[in-house]
């Protein structure tokens, strides 16, 4: 019993020590992630995962905005109103 509790907090060390590695690369949020809702944070990353084209519309929707408005080009159908 002694080896198995053992041999439990050692591998809890070792993957804290991992968290905490993969944490300097970027990889994953472990400990510095601040004030926040774990859960709302999955949502958030499950919605990218199954909605992809959803952060591609803000993305094209923020460059329109920088660049103004869109000037005519040749062949374009004549703006009414």
Not at 42 to 58: K, R
Request: zero cysteines; a positive charge; charged letters at 20%.
């Amino acid at each position: 019993m002694l080896a198995v509790l053992g041999a439990v907090a050692v591998l809890t060390y070792l993957a804290h020590r991992g968290l905490l590695a993969m944490e300097r690369r970027g990889w994953v949020y472990y400990r510095s992630k601040g004030s926040g809702s774990m859960g709302a944070s999955a949502m958030f990353g499950l919605n990218e995962v199954f909605h992809p084209g959803a952060q591609q519309t803000v993305i094209e929707l923020d460059e329109s905005e920088r660049r103004g408005p869109r000037r005519a080009a040749p062949g374009d159908p004549p703006q009414v109103g």
